[in-house]
């Protein structure tokens, strides 16, 4: 827990963000057109709809333009959210801040060894 404590401070303390909004910039930037419904996130953030569509209505409200919310063409009561490339440019900075914050908890190969567990683990990887 330690880890995700230093992950929280440093993405607080570099952009403004929670690690759940790191959790779901980085989902969105991994789902094919960077861009999932709010059903698909709730799943891999790992917190209700409710909570979800709360979290992107704080991002939004920042005003970053880092998303975009999208009705469904074929389902009107679906939305999506969907990365945008200023979203995919903070990104990859907060990735440099996750990634020194990982590297100094752990060896390299730790965390090889992590991240691979964690893709195996990936909700969007199970049937």
């Keep these: 827990m330690k880890v995700a404590v ?3 401070a440093k ?3 570099n952009f403004g963000w929670s690690l759940n909004e790191f959790y779901l910039m980085y989902f969105l930037s991994e789902a094919p057109e960077k861009k999932l419904r709010l059903q698909q996130l ?5 917190l209700s709809q409710s909570a979800v569509s709360r979290l992107v209505s704080r991002f ?3 005003g970053c333009g880092a998303l975009q919310r999208t009705t469904c063409d074929d389902d009107r009561r679906s939305i999506y959210t969907s990365l945008t490339p200023i ?4 990104l990859d900075r907060a990735q440099v801040t996750v990634n020194e914050v990982l590297f100094e908890a752990f060896p390299r190969t730790e965390v090889k060894e992590l991240l691979e567990d964690m893709l195996r683990l990936s909700p969007q990887q199970q049937p």
């Design 6 to 8: 230093e992950l929280e």
């Design 11 to 13: 993405l607080q303390e």
């Design 42 to 46: 709730e799943s891999m953030v790992g």
């Design 60 to 62: 939004e409200a920042k």
């Design 87 to 90: 979203g995919q440019e903070k």
